[in-house]
């Protein structure tokens, strides 16, 4: 995969954990239990973490210690 595809995958992902965020931040303040956003959310955000690590990189840069940081807490 190319870095340009590469790009716009890992945005594209982003901006749906993003969205499904939200809609569980809207449920949490209603009081109401929305799993299956809550499911997107967690997976998405995974997926966005992971895909982090494909890009280029000569050492561990602050972005990806959030990576590994943020795949902890979603895989615990």
């Not at 959310?41 to 050492?59: D, E, R």
């Given at each position: 995969?190319?870095?340009?595809?590469?790009?716009?995958?890992?945005?594209?992902?982003?901006?749906?954990?993003?969205?499904?965020?939200?809609?569980?931040?809207?449920?949490?303040?209603?009081?109401?239990?929305?799993?299956?956003?809550?499911?997107?959310?967690?997976?998405?955000?995974?997926?966005?973490?992971?895909?982090?690590?494909?890009?280029?990189?000569?050492?561990?840069?602050?972005?990806?210690?959030i990576g590994i940081i943020s795949l902890v807490i979603?895989?615990?």
């Open positions: 995969m190319n870095i340009i595809t590469l790009t716009l995958v890992h945005t594209i992902i982003s901006i749906v954990a993003i969205s499904a965020g939200l809609v569980v931040v809207g449920g949490l303040i209603a009081g109401v239990r929305i799993d299956g956003w809550s499911g997107i959310f967690l997976v998405t955000t995974a997926l966005t973490s992971i895909t982090g690590f494909f890009f280029p990189f000569s050492k561990l840069s602050p972005s990806q210690w979603c895989l615990s």
